[in-house]
């Protein structure tokens, strides 16, 4: 039986504090399911809210206004995590870009990899872009989620 809980393990905060790549899946006004990737992506101390920062017109953002029904996926402690909740979306937060905040209430989170399955290493990545303002965006972001789940 898979492991499950009502908030996400420390383990899991952990992660979320780090750069990972997120599966963001939400429904779309056809009802049906859409999936993003997503990094700017951090979760509560008590593992209770996860805060995603996306751009200001993003179909997840839209999505998430007409059905807040969302579900995320990451690898994280050696295995694939499902957190399923309810998002709300902030006003437009305008900085060097405007942003807007999805605020995930978490209601259950599972342990969902194969059985007999472990994973040995996380997906990397790289951003693509000029990398002073990667790093401008990223601590933007970071002060932006942190306030948002306080």
């Known amino acids: 039986m ?10 899991l905060v952990e992660t979320l504090k ?18 993003s990737a997503v990094s700017w992506v951090l979760s509560s101390e008590d593992g209770k809210k996860i805060g ?14 007409q059905n807040p029904n969302v ?3 990451f690898f994280a402690d050696e295995s694939y995590y499902s ?7 902030s006003e437009i937060i305008e900085k060097t870009m405007k942003y807007r905040v999805i605020t995930v209430d978490v209601k259950e989170v599972e342990d969902v990899i194969f059985y007999g399955g472990k994973v040995t290493q996380q997906p990397a990545y790289e951003k ?4 002073q303002l990667a790093e401008k965006l990223d601590n933007e972001v970071h002060e932006i989620l942190t306030e948002a789940l306080k």
């Open 2 to 11: 898979a492991k499950t809980f009502d908030a996400l393990p420390e383990a």
């Open 18 to 35: 780090k750069e990972v790549i997120v599966s963001l899946i939400t429904v779309n006004e056809h009802n049906n399911p859409e999936v």
């Open 52 to 65: 995603i920062a996306v751009g200001h017109k993003g179909s997840s953002m839209s999505n998430v206004q």
């Open 71 to 73: 579900t995320l996926g």
């Open 83 to 89: 957190v399923k909740g309810t998002g709300t979306v």
């Open 128 to 131: 693509t872009y000029d990398a």
